[in-house]
């Protein structure tokens, strides 16, 4: 590498890049980087790579997909280009950009990421540049908002309330859903989708496949979680239809279904295709909801059949269906949804996710086995480097960006 490549001489990191596990030098120990020659054997999993298809993350750690609003018509702005780098320096495995949306009314708010046309292409591509030149791979996860979509930014809810009006930029006359159900009192009530809507918003994931993948990214995550449309179609609370999409489970989960099986045809074979689900909305049968809300054994079932179409990570999380939800919040409450999948579909990978925040808890979830991959969300956002201050405590010798090197904890100072 000679500094006659500028491009390549400040950006591209050696071997697997920030986070992975490195044998330490001489000049480490001298200098007082580290006392140890060498590293744990085996490795603590979290630093363990891992093989999904052609793809293989130099450790077990992903940025969980988390809203960011802050696009402008649903292009990436520079504060992606920040958010999203920040974390490649910082050696996550796998960055996953948050829910992006297939149409315009696919998004939750109107400052949404999206990907519904090809002109959005290029400033992606230049976050996922941004994380291969720091060895890091990247997904995307692609969503429709359904009947929670035309809401407002976090910040804008406390003065303005959730929900957009044409006035503020929101699109009441075009929030879609199964079934005309409302999420609560407040909310805008979802258009029921004709058969017709449900071909057209299919095929836009299609077509948001095909521009992910000419935007370099390595994994796409489908959204069939916390309540958005994918979702809605699953759980009774929120789909009434009598037809082909609704009733039974058969039918309840065919919409995802025929979602994966349509866009794995457009995704390269050696690319891996992860669906991230609420494997229950933790809400009982009773007099007010008789039919109780979509549950863990359906989820079970529901990722079986997964498996026989092309899906190779289940992304296990949670709720989202009703307000009349009760989740028994604690640390790592999530992680036993991701060890069932895991322990009842052969074959198939498992994230788990929710409430994670100490690398040991981390480590330890690998460890057992109770899933593959560990999805970090709000811990991150407090704590970036996450993966080098966990290779700290668990005795891991990891690479830092060549850019970070000299801001290494020591264990004596010395100029030799």
């Not at 520079?78 to 796998?94: C, E, I, N």
């Amino acid at each position: 590498m000679t500094t006659d490549e500028p491009h390549d001489f400040y950006q591209e990191q050696r071997g697997l890049g920030p986070g992975s596990a490195i044998t330490p030098t001489a000049s480490d120990v001298s200098q007082g980087y580290t006392t140890q020659v060498g590293n744990p054997s085996p490795l603590p999993k979290l630093f363990q790579p891992l093989k999904i298809r052609e793809l293989t993350l130099k450790n077990r750690t992903v940025v969980s997909p988390m809203c960011m609003y802050s696009s402008q018509d649903g292009f990436a702005t520079d504060f992606h280009m920040v958010h999203y780098g920040q974390y490649a320096l910082h050696g996550l495995g796998l960055i996953i950009v948050e829910a992006t949306g297939v149409s315009p009314e696919g998004r939750i708010t109107s400052n949404c990421l999206g990907i519904w046309k090809d002109e959005h292409i290029e400033k992606l591509r230049q976050v996922v540049d941004f994380a291969h030149v720091n060895k890091s791979a990247i997904g995307i996860q692609l969503a429709h908002s359904g009947r929670k979509g035309s809401s407002r930014p976090l910040w804008h809810i406390q003065e303005h309330g959730r929900y957009a009006d044409e006035a503020t930029g929101g699109w009441p006359q075009r929030v879609f859903g199964p079934s005309p159900v409302p999420f609560d009192k407040d909310s805008w009530t979802p258009q029921e989708m004709s058969l017709e809507d449900i071909r057209r918003v299919q095929q836009d994931f299609v077509d948001a496949a095909v521009r992910a993948d000419k935007a370099e990214f390595d994994v796409i995550e489908i959204h069939s979680a916390h309540g958005y449309l994918v979702h809605e179609f699953l759980s009774p609370i929120s789909n009434k239809r009598t037809d082909d999409y609704g009733g039974s489970f058969k039918n309840r989960i065919r919409f995802i279904v025929e979602i994966v099986q349509a866009v794995r045809e457009v995704w390269p074979q050696e690319k891996p295709l992860f669906v991230r689900i609420s494997v229950t909305d933790w809400v009982q049968q009773s007099e007010e909801i008789p039919t109780g809300g979509w549950t863990e054994e359906e989820s079970i079932e529901l990722a079986k059949i997964l498996s026989d179409v092309g899906v190779d990570l289940i992304d296990c999380s949670s709720s989202g269906s009703s307000p009349k939800q009760e989740i028994p919040l604690g640390p790592g409450y999530q992680v036993r949804f991701s060890t069932s999948i895991k322990n009842e579909v052969p074959g198939i990978f498992t994230g788990a996710v929710g409430l994670i925040t100490d690398p040991v808890q981390a480590n330890n979830i690998l460890e057992e086995s109770k899933a593959d991959l560990v999805f970090l969300a709000r811990t991150l956002l407090r704590q970036p480097s996450f993966v080098l201050d966990a290779a700290v405590k668990l005795n891991v010798f990891a690479q830092y960006p060549h850019q970070y090197e000299r801001g290494r904890n020591k264990t004596k100072y010395s100029f030799t």
